[in-house]
């Protein structure tokens, strides 16, 4: 029986030219490449210049991706974008991203997923695709992190693991009549446990503290950069990836050794050998951006899967999996045929 299912048709991503290093990061606070290098596979990552935002990075690469579909703007009935790090506190960036775009009209729907958040983003996507709501949807990660890390020793822990970037994708409904080999989005699958909330979260600016959304208390106490509880998001980021890639095959009827190719979120190079380790799965099918680009949350996945596109790692005919973990605790899958 024909199905309507989405298709990715056209990807992209964009780095700001910055390359910030390891060393680079120990002139600011007491670290140092080895001990970067060591814990997680980072050596350098990309931070914007100047008055560049979430959007304006969503739109290069959104741009790139139109490219590759073959598509105009025009073209679109939607668009998503995923990012924990938004022009502004509302409204939300994708509707910058539209109007940047040259768009009017159109859903324009943020995403607030974090890590997972353009997992989320492609599932909420697919679904309007499947109903036939819509026929072409843009899929955005992007983030701007460096504005709000803490710089000095105190957010040495977090501040090294995060970098700027954005991806793209645009999928359009195509009607599946072989499942096992015409290419397609087999099936997404989400998590979350907000119980892990407050373990690696942005306290402020807030409504839950005070009667001000943002006060000198809270400045004073750093709540507007990230805090992380490492180890908790460590050990949690290695058992519920693996169970969401395994939730993924089992719900299609595949195996481990049948993906050719898996494209997980990278937060550390550890996170994700243990990831492949617990699976069973032959490393060099990992594919990993983590020593150039860091940690970019809802942008990881996408730069990844236009990356591997371009190495030649990724291609028609071949099965790719999706995992994502972050923030919430939110964790999830998607299971694609190329
Ligand atoms: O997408 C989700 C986002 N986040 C993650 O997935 C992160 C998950 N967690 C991790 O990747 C690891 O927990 C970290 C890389 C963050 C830390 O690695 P770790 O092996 O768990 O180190 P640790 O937290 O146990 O810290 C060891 C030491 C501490 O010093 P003491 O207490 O042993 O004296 C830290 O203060 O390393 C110190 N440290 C640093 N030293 C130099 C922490 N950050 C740094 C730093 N440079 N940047």
Known sequence: MTKLRSRVIGMGSFLPPRVVTNEDLAQLMDTSDEWIVQRTGIRERRWVEGVTSTSDLALQASRRALDSAGLDAEDLD???????????????????????????GIPAID????????VYALSMADQYIRTGSAHRILVVGAEVHSK????????????????DGAGAVVIEATKVET???????????????GAFAEELWVP???????????????????????????????VNAVKRMPEAVETALEHNGYEVADVDLFVFHQANLRINEAVAQRLGAAPEKVFNT??????????????GLD?????????????????????????????LRW
């Open 111 to 118: 995403v607030r997923q974090q890590c997972t958040g353009f």
């Open 78 to 104: 939607m668009i998503f974008l995923a990012t924990l790090s938004p022009d502004h506190f509302f409204p939300g960036s994708a509707v910058f991203l539209q109007t940047k775009l040259g768009l009017a």
């Open 148 to 163: 709000g890390l803490d710089k000095s020793t105190r957010g040495r822990d977090v501040t090294v693991l995060f970098g």
């Open 204 to 234: 402020a600016v807030s409504t839950a503290f005070d009667e001000e959304i943002v006060d000198q208390r809270m400045l004073d106490r750093g709540d507007q950069y990230p805090k992380m509880n490492g180890r908790q998001v460590f």
């Open 179 to 193: 499942p096992r080999s015409d290419a397609h989005l087999l099936s997404t699958h989400l998590f979350t446990d």
């Open 307 to 335: 990356e591997a596109v371009r190495a030649g790692r990724l291609q028609p005919g071949m099965l790719v999996a999706l995992a994502a973990f972050g923030s919430g605790f939110t964790w999830g899958s998607a299971l």
């Open 290 to 303: 983590i020593d150039k680009y860091a940690n970019t949350t809802a942008a990881t996945i996408p730069i």
